[in-house]
Antibody, heavy 121, light 110 residues
Framework: EVQLVESGGGLVQPGRSLRLSCAAS????????MHWVRQAPGKGLEWVSG????????GYADSVKGRFTISRDNAKNSLYLQMNSLRAEDTALYYC??????????????WGQGTMVTVSS | QSALTQPASVSGSPGQSITISCTGT?????????VSWYQQHPGKAPKLMIY???KRPSGVSNRFSGSKSGNTASLTISGLQAEDEADYYC??????????FGGGTKLTVL
């Protein structure tokens, strides 16, 4: 079964850091680009960051550039998101999503169930 | 990096057809045939319905179709059914490893 399972979310104070993980199974992880997409409570979807199959191409939304870092470990079938200098507006459900293609330009065909990040003092 | 523009809501009766528009710019929707559409039911993860503008993933009903004209992409749902009631989002590649979503459209089946 193709599956993505996120972990690492929680309650964190403004200015602190958090690292999200996404464990992939059921497909050849290093054949595809991967992404993080978030959804604030009651709001729409927002693309956060994406990484190509070999980490050669990486992109970030302006709202997180310079604060978040995406990475992957193909040997461990895992995707990560290091989130620094967290703000209240980063509060959201963070989804891990698989790209249809290896470069990261196409659609998100597999989604995890998400991990909730709450930034509050 | 502005969000794509979608109507906030659309509605239709069972059996009817509806179309949801997704307007971008010449830097995103207009430049690439890489628009995708997602369906999201409350409390659930999004589900891919259309990719590369008009392609349907395996298992998605052929009642769902996609198209594009200029800077505007569209999702059409024909033969509306109660289970189609959900939020729908478009997304486009925008170059330089960047993607952008639309604000979402709430579909109500009357």
């Amino acid at each position: 079964e193709v599956q993505l399972v996120e972990s690492g979310g929680g309650l964190v104070q403004p200015g602190r850091s958090l690292r999200l993980s996404c464990a992939a199974s059921g497909f050849t992880f290093d054949d595809y680009a991967m992404h993080w997409v978030r959804q604030a409570p009651g709001k729409g979807l927002e693309w956060v960051s994406g990484i190509s199959w070999n980490s050669g191409s990486i992109g970030y939304a302006d709202s997180v550039k310079g604060r978040f870092t995406i990475s992957r470990d193909n040997a461990k079938n895992s995707l990560y998101l290091q989130m620094n200098s967290l703000r209240a507006e980063d509060t959201a459900l963070y989804y891990c999503a698989k790209d249809v293609f290896f470069t990261g330009e196409d659609a998100f065909d597999i989604w995890g169930q998400g991990t909730m990040v709450t930034v509050s003092s | 990096q502005s969000a794509l523009t979608q109507p906030a809501s659309v509605s239709g009766s069972p059996g009817q057809s509806i179309t949801i528009s997704c307007t971008g710019t010449s830097s995103d929707v207009g430049s690439y045939n890489l628009v995708s559409w997602y369906q999201q039911h409350p409390g659930k993860a999004p589900k891919l319905m259309i990719y590369e503008g008009s392609k349907r993933p395996s298992g998605v009903s052929n009642r769902f179709s996609g198209s594009k004209s200029g800077n505007t992409a569209s999702l059409t749902i024909s033969g509306l059914q109660a289970e189609d009631e959900a939020d729908y989002y478009c997304c486009s590649y925008a170059g330089s490893s960047f993607k952008v979503f639309g604000g979402g459209t709430k579909l109500t089946v009357l």
